[in-house]
């Protein structure tokens, strides 16, 4: 058995101490959870842990032995390997599964001026994935693979390596259920293998599932170590937050207004079949569905963000509408939050206050459209206030949140453009259960205020929680609309795998 520690890790960050002396051990053979609250450090140890940042103070030992750390390369020489949770970042779309696993191998072997044997190349890349029991073709382009599918291709790269401990960032994020029980597999052989897993994820249930003991960290501390056998989800939570987590889902409005969203009959050219809803003022709508069912699809198509439309009407407030691309959608009252937020909700290289204002700038422009940067601060600030977004300053720059805080961030630029239809998509992925609430709260706000609301996700007891009513969506089509108060999760997901 291998023991990696960390001990009195510290790291600031302007306006921020993000670690303060931290102590964290783990031990080869066991899955460790490692979870707090978005904004509690513990993506930050995992960065110091695996070379993403030097500037920190403390030490890392493996075994009583002292490590150096300040880069990834000397992380990856250690036997350390990180699972980020946007695995689209860390994998070349236009090579192939064999030429991404064996990537590392490749890039280091070419100032020996070596020509590349890719028949080499391919054969070992083949073979880690027999010993992970992962079919998938070396030679099948990864921007043809599914979200699962490049998981495994990082976590065999990591694994082609002499990976003594690997570290995953909310690997079940983007996975189904099917999904995450072949990664949860996985995980189970590689510890058979003396492989230490790093485990975090907001999603309770499975760190129980998985999981031998767990690390809780709350404002960069550390709070409690201990074994799952010990502990409860209640317990858990309470650590996270500090406080009990009470009620986690607001009272629901039963009071509706007239029709404000009317979609009928929308197909797209891949996923979207004959799809009709309607949405009322006050009313919150869940789209259910699997991953893959087209909730995500249906989103973008409504916001002009999708495909092409083969067929299908939209009607806002009784008037027919073209929405056939966002800024269409924006200026017939549409707001989309998607479910990459990343990618495709926030600009994460600019500031806090830019991400807030950038969907309504007409509203901060004076004359030859200059902007008003004190109006713009100003609303910057009130929209942080109102929603607790944790961030230093309106200035800082949105890539240095926590991914709660981003999700928030994303939400509030629609507050400021005042829509009157809300789509959310997956707003809850990657969010811890304190933020999760925060949000819910927000939701219900706004449907309060008359705004038509929009809840796609793949969470049976989100939809049940937070909506009236929904539409369980199959294969691009919706199957079933119900009333939540009189359904429970087991229907929903009857419906949403296809029964009739």
Known sequence: MTTLKMKNVSIEFPGVKALNMVDFSVESGKTHALIGANGAGKSTLMKVLSGAYDHYTGEISMDGQPMTIRSPKSAMDSGIQIVYQEVDTALIPYLTVGENIMLMDTVHNMGKKQWVNWKNLHSKAAAILSEMNVTLPTKKLVSELTLAEKQMVLIARAVSKDCRFLILD?????????????????????????????????????????????????????????????????????????????????????????????????????????????????????????????????????????????????????????????????????????????????????????????????LFSKELSFLDRKKEKLVAKAVINRLGIKTPSEETKVQNLSGGNQQKVAIGKWLVAEADVYIFDEPTKGVDVGAKKDIFNLIAELASRGKAIIYASSEASEIIGITNRVYCLYDGKSVKELETNSTNEEELLFYSTGGR
């Open 170 to 362: 909310e690997p079940t994020a983007p996975l189904s259920h099917t999904e995450t029980s072949e990664l949860f597999r996985i995980v189970q052989e590689l510890k058979r293998r003396d492989v230490g897993i790093i485990f975090i994820s907001h999603r309770l249930p499975e760190i129980f599932d998985i999981c031998d003991d767990i690390t809780i960290m709350r404002n960069g501390e550390v709070v409690e170590t201990q074994s799952i056998s010990d502990t409860d989800q209640n317990k858990v939570v309470e650590y996270m937050l500090g406080q009990k987590l009470g009620e986690q889902f607001p009272q629901k409005s039963m009071t509706m207004g007239n029709t404000v969203l009317e979609v009928k009959g929308l197909t797209d050219k891949e996923k979207i079949k004959d799809l009709s809803i309607y949405v009322r003022a006050g009313e919150i709508v869940g789209i259910a569905g699997l991953v893959g069912a087209g909730k995500t699809e249906f989103c973008k198509a409504l916001f002009g963000a999708g495909g092409k439309l083969l067929a299908g009407e939209v009607k806002i407030n009784g008037k027919r509408v073209s929405v056939k691309n966002p800024f269409e959608a924006v200026k017939n009252g549409l707001a989309l939050v998607p479910e990459e937020r990343r990618k495709e909700g926030i600009l994460v290289y600019e500031s806090v206050e830019s991400n807030l204002t950038v969907a309504n700038l007409g």
